[in-house]
């Protein structure tokens, strides 16, 4: 079907949509985006506290609500065929319960690719549109197609589509035993210091990916103040991968198995972020080798564009 080819990345200018399970619609070619509204500053909430005798109210915190980004569309048709089979690939593209078996709870991607060379994309659920109202009575404009289709971005921010790395490899020292008894004082190898430089203008949630042999990793952000102790040991081979995204916060063996449970209850798993600028971060373990790695991704995050 015309649109379903995947997209070069070299795109400048136009907007692509990647359904739940992968399929590539370019609604900039030979689609024609007419109109594009919602990828500013999204909606924000503010949290407030009033006092008894208090003019005005306190600002607290807040929230950025989701957003709608909405697209006025057109592809241009030369028949009644043609006309009907551009109809049915938009309502394919965007319909919801894509892929096998169906579900209703996972995203699309819209991606935003800029003439500056800037790349951004949000999730998105198709929330209303294409409904195909008549637009022309014109014969050489009555088989095009245009329309308004409106997406959610329950998550508002947008992100650089591109994963950033920072790998940290470690050399064992001998002495570390169990239990371990806090506080703990590491041996002077790891990263004590690590100036990790987070592009975007919104805090992002990094995974971590740790690789055996090694004992109890630590990980600390010295710049938010915030740590995360673990209390297992692997052996060569065995891997654990920390995901940090809000609603995730896991701790995984590569056999399935969690390892939630073997994090020290300081541990601040459940705020452990990077802020926009530099973030120290000092990581430390025991018994390493040579083939033991932490490996921290992450995405950059903008409030718009």
């Not at 551009?86 to 690719?113: E, F, H, Q, S």
């Not at 506080?183 to 210091?193: D, K, L, M, R, S």
């Not at 060569?236 to 969690?258: E, I, M, R």
């Not at 950059?300 to 564009?305: A, P």
């Amino acid at each position: 079907m015309p649109g379903h080819a995947n997209a070069p990345v070299d795109y400048t200018d136009r907007t692509l949509y990647i359904t739940p399970d992968g399929v590539q619609y370019m609604f900039s070619a030979p689609t024609f985006v007419l109109q594009e509204d919602g990828l500013g500053m999204p909606p924000i909430e503010y949290v407030t506290q009033r006092g008894p005798f208090q003019d005005g109210e306190t600002v607290k915190n807040l929230f950025l609500r989701p957003r709608t980004l909405q697209m006025v569309v057109r592809r241009n048709g030369c028949s009644k065929a043609e006309y009907w089979n551009i109809r049915a690939v938009l309502l394919d593209i965007l319909r919801p319960r894509r892929g096998t078996p169906p579900v209703t709870n996972l995203p699309g991607i819209l991606r935003k690719y800029m003439a500056n060379g800037a790349v951004r994309e949000w999730e998105v659920f198709t929330t209303e549109g294409p409904s195909f109202p008549s637009h022309s009575t014109e014969v050489w404009d009555q088989w095009s197609v245009q329309d308004t289709i409106r997406f959610t971005a329950y998550n508002p921010l947008a992100r650089d589509p591109r994963i950033q790395l920072r790998t940290y490899g470690l050399v064992g020292v001998a002495g570390a035993t169990f239990p371990i008894t806090f506080p703990y004082t590491f041996a002077t190898f790891g990263a004590g210091a690590d100036s990790v430089v987070v592009a975007g203008t919104w805090e992002t949630f990094p995974s971590f990916t740790i690789t055996g042999p090694i004992v109890a990793p630590f990980i600390r952000n010295a710049t938010t103040g915030e740590q995360m102790q673990f209390s297992f040991s692997l052996a060569a081979g065995q891997t654990v991968t920390v995901d940090l995204s809000y609603g995730n916060k896991t701790v995984t063996l590569n056999d399935g198995t969690s390892l939630l449970g073997f994090m020290d209850p300081t541990s601040d798993i459940g705020t452990f972020h990077l802020v926009p600028g530099t973030n120290v971060l000092q990581v430390f373990a025991t018994g390493a080798g040579a083939a033991s790695t932490i490996v921290m991704q992450w995405y950059n995050r903008y409030i718009g564009v």
